[in-house]
C-alpha cells in the first residue's frame, strides 16, 4: 500500500534544539550532536535516544545529495534544528524509509530560493510504499549488498586514482 510518511512515523521534532557553537565548544564532548547532514559535534547533554530516522530539514544537500538526506541515529544523542526525527516501528522499517527517502527526489516539496527546505508538514505528506515486513527485510538486504559493493568499488577507484598519481610522478621524475 501507499501511505504518507507521517501516517507511519513518529515525528519527535519537538524535542530539536540548537546550541550555538560558541556554547558548544565550552561543553564536555559526550553525545553525538546532529545537524542537516549528520553528526556536526559533541555536546554534554541528549534530546533524543534510541534508533530513529533523522533527514535533512533545510540546506544546499536537499538538492545537491553530496551526503544523505536521511540518516540513523542511535544511542543518546542530541539533535539542532535543521534535522527531522522521526521514529519508526521497528528497526527495518527504519532502515527501509532511509533507503527510500535516499532515493527518491525530494524536489516537488522542497521550498525556498536560496536555502532550500524541506518543512515538517511537506516531508510528512511524502507518499510512501509500505510493502509487507517481509518484503521490506529483502529490500533492505538487498540495499544493504549493493552499498557495500558500491563502497568496496568507491575504494578500488580511490586506489587505482592514488596509484596512477604515483606512477605519473615516478615517470616525471625520469
Not at 512515523?9 to 547532514?37: H, L, M, T, V
Not at 516537488?108 to 527546505?117: D, L, N, S, V
Amino acid at each position: 500500500v501507499w501511505c504518507r510518511l507521517g501516517a507511519i512515523s513518529i515525528n519527535k521534532d519537538e524535542y530539536r534544539e540548537p546550541i550555538a557553537q560558541s556554547i558548544r565548544e565550552r561543553k564536555e564532548k559526550i553525545f553525538a550532536y546532529y545537524g542537516a547532514s549528520g553528526v556536526i559535534d559533541k555536546i554534554d547533554g541528549y534530546t533524543h535516544e534510541g534508533k530513529n530516522l533523522l533527514i535533512g530539514e533545510d540546506g544546499a544537500n536537499l538538492l545537491a545529495r553530496s551526503t544523505p538526506v536521511a540518516f540513523i541515529a542511535d544511542g543518546k544523542y542530541w539533535v539542532n534544528n535543521h534535522a527531522h526525527v522521526l521514529g519508526l516501528l521497528d528497526d527495518t522499517t527504519l532502515f527501509f524509509i532511509k533507503s527510500y527517502i535516499n532515493a527518491i527526489d525530494l524536489t516537488p516539496y522542497i521550498t525556498g530560493g536560496f536555502q532550500p527546505k524541506l518543512s515538517q508538514m511537506n516531508l510528512l505528506i511524502i507518499p510512501v510504499p509500505f510493502p509487507s515486513l517481509a518484503e521490506q527485510r529483502a529490500i533492505v538486504e538487498r540495499v544493504d549488498k549493493l552499498m557495500s559493493m558500491i563502497g568496496e568499488l568507491e575504494k578500488q577507484a580511490s586506489e587505482r586514482k592514488d596509484q596512477a598519481e604515483m606512477l605519473m610522478q615516478s615517470v616525471l621524475r625520469e
